[in-house]
């Protein structure tokens, strides 16, 4: 589940496609409807966005209510910062901003519990970008710490996982942020820009390498027998209207649908084309914005 119209599920999408599972996305503030039962996929992986888990829109409401499903039918569920908060609201527990105001938005030190380093490796760094925290769910297990935000990384049952800081960011998901989030850096706790790409030099290949070997630990691998497994399911929106979030519009197109299809990536590819293909490499899955011969995208997102 992804939460803006140019989001994308970034490296997590990559390495779960690489492991064979095919990505059904939705998108809740467009519209996208959740299916009643997850019969037929692998798991869930719940993303973040520049929202609150205690805002009163009604896909909020709705996405967190949604989360009994994976719970109850016990299937793999994965919430990364939003996702994670929503999960969280769930369970009972709470979502709150720092007693002094501080933010994690940048590079920042992590450190695994005992029952955490049980499990794998963590990496010693890793980059965030919240304004919020969350409390430990009643009867979940801490994986991970910080100092100004405690509770990092847990996990709830066999199958439900939460993590507060985002591993899933290429170079160029990254770029954006900066670029598109930099009024945020004035705020106290928050690092520079130029940290946030620094740091990626030195803590990025750590940060991916545990990322892999996580996504793998919750999901496998798609059921023997099965060549692909879908994670979510895409409902199409009416390409007429105008989706509204806030009063802002967020796109008039069709919801994101990424098939297994693979199509080179025009050479001549504008900027806003290549900030919304799934892979940056050079193969893309086309993400529902077509691409004509000219490279140019059919749809405009007044986000870009």
Sequence with gaps: ??????????????????????????????????????????GTVVFGGPMSANDEDEFVRRETNWLEIPLKENRPFLGICLGAQM????????????????????????KATEAGRKLMHWPEMVYQFHREGFSLPRDATLLATAETYP???????????GIQFHGEL??????????????????????????????????????KRWLDEFLRMIFGKPAVGKSKTQLL?????????????????????????????????PKRASRYVADNLVCYTRWAFRVGHKIDGSGNASCRSPLS
């Design 170 to 207: 290429t170079q160029m998901m990254m770029q954006r942020w900066v670029v598109r989030g930099a009024h945020r850096f004035e705020l106290p706790g928050a690092q520079p820009g130029r940290d946030h790409l620094g740091g990626r030099l030195i803590w990025d290949m750590h940060l």
């Design 87 to 110: 999960l969280v609201n769930h369970l009972g527990g709470r979502v709150e901003g720092h007693g002094e105001g501080l933010v994690e938005i940048g590079w920042y030190p992590l």
């Design 233 to 265: 399911r895409t409902a199409e929106l009416d390409p007429k209207a105008t989706h509204v979030w806030r009063g802002r519009p967020l796109c008039a197109c069709p919801s994101v649908t990424i098939a297994r299809s693979i199509a080179p990536v």
């Design 151 to 161: 509770n990092q990384a847990f996990r709830y049952g066999d199958n439900a996982w």
């Design 1 to 42: 589940m992804l939460h803006q119209e140019n989001s994308s599920p970034g490296r997590v999408g990559h390495m779960l496609m690489e492991e064979g599972f095919d990505l059904d996305i939705r998108r809740p503030p467009l519209g996208d409807v959740l299916p009643e039962t997850l019969d037929g996929h692998a």
